[in-house]
Each structure stands twice: as C-alpha cells, then as structure tokens.
C-alpha cells in the first residue's frame, strides 16, 4: 500500500476504530431495514433468454390457441375400483372445486370427454351430444377400455394399469402480463440496437417497473394458486393417493426449497464455520470478529439488493454462500498474518501491528478481489438476464467484502486489548510443513499426478453434458419427485413442447361442400358417399349440378388426406421416441374417425366428417391443433423426464426427421414450449460461461502480468489455476453431473478461488525469497505461514459447507461437494503443484 495511503487510513481508521465502527453500524442498520422487501424470483421469465425470438414465438403461439400452462392432479383411489360410483363422484368433486379457484380456467377429467366408443357412434352422430362415463346407462368398464385404447385418450387420462387418472387444470392466459412484457422487451431491444430518446427512456423505466410490480402480484398469486389447490387435495388424501404436478408448482417448489436451504442450511453453515474457527485459533476474538465481518457484509449487500429490488433468481441463489466464501478468506488471511507479525514481534504496540498487517495485506487481497471479480465476469457476457445480474452481484458484493474486511477487521482489533491476542500454537503448522516437505521430495510424483489429472479433467469434460431436468432437482422420497415420476409413468409426461406446421406454399387443397355446407339436416352422407371413389373423385353416375362443387379453400391442407398424411408420419415418429409421452394432434381424431368408418378416408370424408362436428367435439379435438385462417396446425406433446430427457438432442432428432424424412421445409416448421426455452437458456449458458473460459484466463494472465510484473511467474500461477476449474469439471463429467442452471457458475466459482490462493502464496513466497534468494527454504516459510491460512480457508469451508449434503434439493447438495473439491483442488495446488512449478522454473532473480 503505498505510504500516503497508508498514512490516510491510519489517521481515519486505526485512530478512531470507535468512530469507523459506529459508521459501519449505521449503514449497516440502514440496509438492514430493506431485508422485509427482500424477494426471490423463480418465473419462468427468469429462467429465459433476454432477447430469445423463440420466447417471442412462445408468446404469440400462446395468445393463438390459449394457455399452456397448467396443473395437473393424479388420482389414484385407496379402497374399491378407480371406475366405482364412489370414487368417480370423489373425482368429480375434486374437479368441480378446482373450477372455483383464481387463475383456472377450465379442467379437464375423464368425466368430461366424450366417449366415442362406449358404445361406438357412427360420423352422423359427431354433431350429436355424446356420453361421459358418467351419463345414464354408459358401460364403465367399455368406458375404461376406450381410455386405455382410444388414440385420443391412450397414456393422458388413465395410466396403463387403470388405477391412476389425473385431472388437468388449465390456467388462464394473462394478458395484461403479455402486454407489458412486450412492451418493456420492444423498448430494451430498440435501446440495444437504435438507441432511446428521452422520452422512451422515461417510458422503458415507467413500463419496466409496472411489470416488475406486475410480475412480484402474479407471482404471489401463483404461489396462492398452488397453495390452494394442495390445500383441497389434503381434503381427500385419506381416500386417495393424491399428487400435483405442473410447470407452476415446480416453480413453487423450486422456491419453497431454496428459501429453505437459504434459511435452515446459512444457519447452519454459520454454525459448522464458528465451530471450526473456534477450534483452529482457540479463541472467541477471532470467532467473532471474522462472523460480524460476514454478518455486516452480507447485511449490507442484501439490503441493497432489497431496496432496489434487485432479485435473486434459481442461478444466482448461490449468491449468499459465495459472498460468505469470499469475505471469510479476506478475514483469515488478515487475522493469521496478524498472529503472525504477534508472535515475531511480541514487543510492537497494537497500532504498529494493525498498520503492519494492512501494509503488507492490501496489495495481495485487492489484487485477488479484482481477479476474482475478472472470474465473475464471465457471468457478464451471457444473455440471459439472471446471469448477467448475478455476474454484477458478485461484483459489487465482492467490492463490499473488501471494504468492509478491512474496515471491521482493523477496527475490531484496534479494539482489543492487545495483550489477550497472545499468538496460541496450533498444529496446522505441522500439516503445511508436510506439504512443504513432500513437495521438495516428490516434485517429480507431482508433476506426474498433476498431468494424469489435466488428462482425466480433458476425458470427464469431454462428456461434460448440458441438462436441466427438474425431476433430478429432488430426491426420491420427496413428494415432488413422486408426483412428477408418476404423471412422467402413467399420464403422458411432464413438460410441454409444441410442434408449429405451416402448410406447403405450393399447396392448395380443395373442399367439397354443398351449397348447404353438407348440412346433415339435407344430405344423407351414409347414402351418397358411395358415389365418390377411393380418391375423392365424382364417380361418372354421380350427379353434381345442384348438389356440390368443388371450391378452392386455403384453409384446409392439414384437414386433407395429403396433411394429414404427414402429421401422422412425424406423429408415429414420435411416439416411437423413449423420452416422449403424450402425442395429440388432429391424427388422433382422423384414427378415430377412420376407425369408426371402417376405411381410409378420402378427401370428401374428411371434409364432410370436419362439417359434421359438434361445437364441442371441435373445440376439444380441433381447434388445439389447428388455426384454419393461417394454415397452421400444431402437434402438441409432453416429454417425459424421467427416461433420461436430453432436450437439445431430442429437438435435432426431429428437426432431422421432420425435414429430412418427412420432407417439410425448414421454414415451414418451429418448436415452442417451455421444453425449447429451457433448453435455448442451457445451450447459451453453455457458450457463455465454459466457452468464454479461455477468455476469462487471459484476463486472469494479464492481472497477473501487472501485479507479479514477470512472465514466467504469471504462467506458473495461472496454470494450477487451469488445473483446479479442469479438475471440477472433470470430474463433473466422470461423475455424470450435468451442467445446468445451478452447477453452470461452478466454473467462475473455481477459478476465483484458485485466484486467490495463487497471488496469496507467490507474493508471500516472492517476500520469503528476498530474505537468503534461497528456494527451498523460502518455500518452508511460505508453507508456514500463508500457507496456514489457505488451510484455514479451505478447511473452514469444506467443513461449513458439507452440511448442505442433508439437503432435500439436489442442486444445493451439488453445490456444496462441487464447493468443497473446487477448495481442495485450490489448496492441493497451491501447497504442491505451485511451489514445484517455482522450484523447476526458478523464475525469480536474485
């Protein structure tokens, strides 16, 4: 620190600790009172690209045909058959006090499908009111039978062995939601791209913080929704076997979970670390003054965060233990060196040893914050908005953790009585003097392990893979888990992905209708079609002057036999796919209809049979899947997670099938669905952040460049660094550990703490070679001294956060092993594979 610096702070800190204590005390307690207004954000808005056309797509895809979004409850009776009176009248009450609550628009049950072969009708009768299994006289077991075979309803609405059914809630399409976020997304875009004026400026600002408040509303009522829907399957828990599912309640969950682990495991953690420390320095001083160091920065940065509602999100919920990781190495570091200087110089007054701690401190802590902060930063680059948010956060955190280190170290130490801080032996020494003295032995063995170990990392992150299936988030035992297991197993799959066709350019099919619309009031189908051939043309008997014409319909390509022929081509392709549930689209209906005519029908059927439709029967088995006016059809289907989902490879399978077997253009078909936007946001974080790496070194290198002012020392530290983040990720592959939404920032997360040990140790081992320019023993002396306090670090933490391995959310459990092996890869190489790499190379003069 330079001497004007140094003076500066003495005369403003050391020499009034009080007054730099009471000031950190007022802002603390100022943005402590932002804590209540504290919020976490779990919606799917979070979880999606910033500027993602097939977000936009999704959007306009959902105001064409309505919601998605939706919750499903399985049944599964404990006493008599699922068919009994009993137990359909238990279903019936389930689903008739769903209706009743906020945000549910309509249910669906086997109650209220028309049954089409209970007994079977003809096509004359598709414009008739048709059974439910609940109608007069409706043969129940002829009923179960059709839902077990019926192309319509096989795999959605009975499972296999007809002991589970399920009841599909559908929410209502939001469109005041719609509405702003559209809006708030046209102005960021034309600000990114053109640039804003004042006005829209005023406008962006206006719209942004209407639909953040919009958002936190609806976000409430979501939480409610799901709350109130548990709330009445708990009436009826004591008669079935009762679970809820749903892209809400995972998201409900999801919350539930983290804000559980943020709570019962930080307290926790906080208490494994006091342990620890207290068991490494003997000591309540330096319990104490390194927990309310941790306790005000986190205080003050949460604050912050809350008063600018400023969001933690699923990614950046990792935010806490990382700040706690971060300001607890800075006061470990500053309390061994001050111990340190103690024992050396017994005799120094407190403020000469204080101001000698922070003298020697400062350059090394301020350069390991800002490469530290270069790590995080390549969290910037993505563009996905939580990223970016969480890569800012952990900047201005880290920042805050500086200030606040050596503002509440110093002061509290200041404090003390200097007497009663009488340096206790402990035996770490004896364990960092054994790493010294196996590296001087075995510099040869480490080298060696040190390449096996870069060619294992290069094996395991070669099948590093890129997932997020939400059922691994859960352990098995956990309601969750089995709800989504058993509507994945026995009612078509969890999470939703639509398949959009537009019909051929060339295309221009043809209806037969008759100048009454084949009105089946005057046209007697089941007399006259005869008189048309296998292929829809008028046989030579046949008289057509009054009766019909043919008329050009643009309208009707997926409503031909020459659509639907290709619908159900890609149909039974995915339906043969292991990770694919549910299929539905307008071939189901087109089976049925087949079936019941006994013979494939030709174009005049099929157009006749779509005239014949009830108002009902359209709107439940064809306006899902086709807008008539655009000339679109939809195949809408659900993929099941637990059959080893792999989205990305899932999506290229049939886009490869589709136009390459199929024959449909490119342009002519797209996916939506939750299922593509959750995948857009794991491939973009994959390019971001593993791929942005290389780029994250170089800015390391250059830190270092500047502060060691030497090439080869800078190579030296970077690589146990390259080694560390290899070695997490490799073993993230080995391990069969996907890269996901939580597990992504791994990465920065090594990388900052490698940084950290590598300038902490070169520049003590650079001060300990100037004393006798001798490597071998400047190495011991390092070992002993920062080296005692990368131990404490990296052992503090690994202890602090093995707990969260009790946890019930799997990606908490992961980010405590992955914290843990990123520590000892970090204190591994920093007390072996550094000091052998200084001790071939010798790259310090003497």
Known sequence: MPKACLALYQRNLLNHPWRAIALTAVVTVAMALGLPNFKLDASA??????????????????????????????????????????NLEILGSISNKLKGINGIENTISMLDVPLLYSPKISISELDQPLNTVVSDGVDKQAAKKEFLTSPIYKDMLLSADGTTTGIVATLSLDQDYLSLVTQRDNLRLLRDTEGLDNQQQLQLAAVSQEFLDYRTAKTAEDHLRVAQVRKLMDQYRDRATIYLGGPDMITADMIDFIKSDLAIFGIGILLFMVATLAFIFRSARWVILPVVTCAVCLTIVLGFLSWIDWRLTVISSNFVSLLLIITLALTIHLMVRYRELHAVSPKKDQLTLVTETIESMAKPCLYTVLTTIVAFSSLVVSNIRPVIDFGWMMTIGIIVAFM???????????????????????????????????????????????????????????????????????????????????????????????????????????????????????????????????????????????????????????????????????????QAQPEIGKVSSLVQLNQVATDLMGHKLNDFEIAFMRQSLSKEIYRQLVAPYLIEQQDEARIQLRATETVGLKRNELLAKIQQFATKEVGIAESDIRFTGLLVLYNNMLQSLFKSQIMTLGAVFVGIMLMFLILFRSLKLSLIAVIPNF????????????????????????????????????????????????VDSNYIAAMHRAHNSIGQALFYTAITIIIGFSILALSNFIPSIYFGLLTGLAMIAALLGSMTLLPTLILLIKPLRK
């Open 45 to 86: 808005d979070s979880l999606t690209l910033e500027y993602d056309d097939d977000l936009n797509f999704f959007r306009e895809v959902s105001q064409r045909y309505g919601s998605d979004n939706f919750l499903i409850i399985t049944f599964s009776p404990k006493s008599g058959d699922l068919f009994d009176k009993d």
């Open 404 to 574: 606040v280190s050596f503002i509440v170290m110093p002061a509290g130490m200041m404090i003390m009585d200097k007497e009663k801080m009488a340096a206790k032996k402990d035996r770490s020494g004896a364990i960092t003097a054994q790493f010294a003295h196996f590296t001087e032995r075995r510099g040869t063995f480490v080298l060696l392990l040190a390449l096996l170990l870069t060619l294992l990392s290069g094996y395991g992150i070669s099948r590093l893979e890129v997932e997020n299936r939400f059922i691994d988030y859960f352990k098995s035992d956990t309601e969750i888990y089995r709800g989504m297991e058993v509507i994945d197993t026995a009612l078509g799959g969890t999470t939703p992905l639509d398949i959009i066709l537009q019909a051929p350019a060339f295309e221009q099919s043809y209806a037969i209708t008759s100048e009454n619309e084949l009105n089946n009031d005057d046209y007697d189908f089941d007399d006259e079609y005869d008189e048309f051939d296998e292929y829809g043309e008028f046989d030579e008997y046949g008289d057509i002057e009054n009766d019909v014409a043919i008329e050009p319909l643009k309208d009707s390509y997926w409503f031909s036999s020459a659509g639907l022929s290709v619908l159900t081509e890609l149909t039974d392709f995915l």
């Open 723 to 770: 080694l560390a983040a290899g070695t997490v990720l490799g073993g993230m592959g080995i391990f069969n550990i996907p890269l996901d939404m939580m597990t992504i920032t791994i990465a920065a997360i090594t990388v900052g703490i490698g940084v950290d040990h590598s300038i902490h140790y070169i520049t003590r081992f650079r001060r300990e070679f100037a």
